[in-house]
């Protein structure tokens, strides 16, 4: 399997052992799967539950060992961290790395690379919306290429904040960017990025994975509205 090039990419999250048992059946929500291990091993799954559920999917997954500051749910040790990578990459299709972490990342990355796996460079502003100056330091970080997506998820919490991300896209139209809100207004949101050419739109397929996430049929239903507004 390869990660989905298709535009927008419906990525379902999962967070509890009931989505992992789900994998095994594929999905007419999504496009395919966000494995959030950091909040799976903090709910006491397995990694040797979560390593068995990935090698019965039906659809590409894309693995997130998210870390707190960003988020994630377990706090993590570089070493565990890569460990962990390491051992799950090859039953995924893409990979998500902060990129505040890229660095520490490096060798994950480089495998990654190797074994052709799509790439998402995250970055998040959960608390307050994105400044000018976090987008463009973001931006000014990112290296495009076609496995790589830039993800960038901020809070909403004005017209102003959903324009800022809105001129993301609109000012990269050759990068592979990933843009959505986050809070009260997240579906709002992710409904005029989705339709202004953000790559990737995520819901939930047990539980929301992140402030305002809506659900991957939401989500599937304003994928398909905006493949049709693209042709």
Request: proline share 6%; aromatic share 6%; with cysteine.
């Amino acid at each position: 399997m390869k990660f989905p090039d298709l535009h927008p990419v419906v990525v379902g999250s999962v967070t509890t052992a009931t989505g992992l048992c789900a994998l095994a059946k594929k999905s007419a929500a999504a496009d395919a799967v966000e494995i959030r291990v950091d909040t799976l091993l903090a709910k006491k799954v397995t990694v040797e539950t979560i390593e068995s559920a990935l090698k019965k999917r039906k659809l590409p997954a894309l693995l997130t060992l998210r870390i707190p500051a960003e988020g994630g749910h377990r706090p993590w040790k570089i070493a565990e961290r890569r460990e962990l990578f390491l051992r799950l990459l090859p039953l995924v299709e893409a990979i998500d790395i902060e990129l505040a972490t890229a660095s520490a990342m490096a060798p994950i990355i480089a495998e990654a690379r190797r074994r052709g796996k799509t790439i998402v460079f995250s970055t998040h502003a959960i608390k307050s919306p994105a400044s000018p100056a976090q987008i463009a330091r973001w931006t000014g970080q990112f290296d495009p290429h076609s496995w790589t997506i830039l993800k960038v998820a901020a809070r909403i919490k004005s017209w102003h904040d959903l324009q800022q991300l809105a001129a993301l896209l609109l000012n990269h139209p050759d990068w592979r960017i990933a843009a959505m809100g986050l809070g009260p207004y997240a579906s709002q949101s992710r409904s005029v990025l989705t339709a202004l050419g953000s790559c990737l739109v995520y819901g939930y397929l047990d539980r929301p994975a992140a402030p305002g996430q809506p659900s991957a049929f939401d989500m599937r239903k304003m994928a398909r509205a905006a493949r049709a507004f693209g042709k």
